[in-house]
């Protein structure tokens, strides 16, 4: 093979392996639940995750708190990098303008698994397909 072609056959290759990461969590994510450690309370979680533009996501989550108090939260997750098919995401959200929250979580097409904290709460969001 010629130089030309060589430098097109690693193009095609980077660019497909690329487009393999784009889009990964996009959907509906049906099964979830989210635990708070500080008080023990552990209640159903749902969300849609859609990729924006610049390769972040939109998630809006829907759950219940006390079995009885519906929430719905939206908020943008950063994605901070990928590690092999996992994607790294990581940032910071703000509940009514007031609470803030730090989040790290690692997800797959399959799979996502947060840890979140803020001055008064820690915990962890799962959520399967």
Do not use: C
């Amino acid at each position: 093979m010629n130089g030309n072609r060589i430098a097109l056959v690693a193009l095609t290759t980077l660019l497909a392996a690329t487009i393999g990461q784009t889009g990964e969590l996009d959907g509906k994510w049906r099964h979830g639940t989210w635990f708070d450690a500080n008080t023990g309370h552990e209640d159903v979680l749902r969300a849609r995750f859609r990729e924006k533009a610049d390769g972040n996501y939109r998630v809006v989550s829907t759950g219940r708190f006390a079995r009885v108090v519906p929430f719905r939260f939206a908020t943008t997750l950063n994605v901070v990098g990928h590690d092999g098919d996992k994607v790294i995401i990581a940032g910071e959200s703000r509940i009514a303008g007031l609470i803030g929250f730090s989040y790290h979580a690692v997800a797959d097409e399959h799979t996502f698994n947060a840890q979140y904290q803020s001055r008064r709460w820690t915990g962890e969001f799962n959520l399967t397909r």
